[in-house]
């Protein structure tokens, strides 16, 4: 529920939706969002029956993170 907020937070504390800035904010929020719920449904909810589903939501939630998290840094 917190990475929810996290996204909204980013809505609300910027006034304007443009630059490099703003969008690998974006993009490393929902990817960070994406990972969170691929890690509580392995770990909660699916476990190992849908291991695929899970790996391939944590794979792209990480190959995500990384680079928009990169791009932030090099923005600032």
Excluded: D
């Amino acid at each position: 529920m917190c990475q929810f907020l996290a996204v909204v937070m980013v809505f609300i504390t910027f006034k304007r939706f443009t630059g490099l800035y703003f969008w690998s904010i974006c993009a490393a929020t929902v990817s960070v969002v994406l990972y969170t719920i691929a890690v509580v449904l392995y770990n909660l909810v699916l476990g190992h029956r849908q291991l695929w589903l899970t790996s391939v939501m944590l794979t792209i939630g990480y190959l995500a993170f990384v680079p928009s998290e990169f791009l932030v840094i090099y923005s600032r």
